[in-house]
């Protein structure tokens, strides 16, 4: 953290019918010596500490940041461990007042961490949700697997868990969970998101299934902003989505 060794990068996520793009940030530990580290490396230590709290803050500063340059909404990862702390929406609402562009910031919190203090999650979201920030489930269909929260809980948002979408072609399950998770959507006013997405074979399967928003490798790996920031400029990304289809 002293030698600034963690960047933050972002992802482009594609609204097909909406002909948008959102991003979501991703951070990345770049090492002097062994080079880059992945996060499933080192989150899970960071969260042991109070560094957890720290890399959650400089993410989210340097989203406001992105989100003003790119005036598009930027997802934020909220690890469970921060997301459970007292004083989670204190130390949020914090950094948000602090920028004019914190209505452009979606929390993504995953099934587990949601559910898991089901009336306390509601009463945080419902907090920050008053500053302008929107919230996102993550990794659907990995945890409780309950529908009920579904309704409960103000999402904007719902992301398809990618073990759904890698077997798409053999599996005769996960098209169903997928087809089924979009009409929830529809009917509760909340878009679902396809992760990892990496083939056109994927998408076009998706697109039958109802699906049109994705975020993959197809479109783009994660980068670091001056990147993101010439490739939007240029439409890279909707670009792709209108060329192959």
């Known amino acids: 953290m002293k030698n ?85 929406v204190r130390d949020i609402r914090n950094v948000l007042l602090e920028y004019e562009s914190r209505n452009l910031i979606t929390l993504e919190i995953t099934e587990r961490a949601a559910m898991k203090h089901s009336f306390s999650t509601l009463k945080k979201m419902k907090k920050l949700i008053n500053l302008g920030v929107e919230f996102s489930i993550d990794d659907f269909g990995t945890g409780y697997s309950s529908l009920s929260y579904l309704e409960k809980f103000p999402i904007s948002e719902l992301k398809i868990d990618r073990s759904f979408i890698n077997n798409l072609e053999t599996n005769k399950i996960n098209p169903l969970i997928i087809n089924f998770s979009v009409k929830i959507g529809e009917l509760a006013g909340f878009k679902v998101i396809a992760e990892g997405v990496e083939t056109k074979e994927q998408i076009e399967k998706l697109l039958t299934l109802g699906c049109y928003n994705f975020q993959g490798y197809y479109f783009d790996k994660a980068q670091p902003l001056d990147l993101i920031l010439k490739d939007y400029s240029q439409d890279k990304y909707l670009n792709k989505m209108d060329l192959s289809f």
């Not at 940030?25 to 002097?32: D, I, N, S, T």
């Not at 969260?47 to 500063?61: A, D, G, P, Q």
């Open 4 to 88: 600034n060794e963690f960047k933050t990068f972002f992802q482009p996520k594609i609204f097909s019918q909406d002909k948008k793009v959102q991003f979501e940030a991703l951070v990345r530990w770049f090492h002097p010596e062994k080079g880059m580290i992945p996060p499933d490396k080192f989150i899970p230590v960071a969260e042991t500490s109070f560094l957890i709290h720290k890399i959650t803050e400089m993410v989210l500063r340097d989203s406001l940041e992105a989100a003003k340059l790119l005036n598009t909404r930027i997802s934020v990862n909220i690890s469970s461990i921060v997301f459970e702390d007292e004083s989670f």
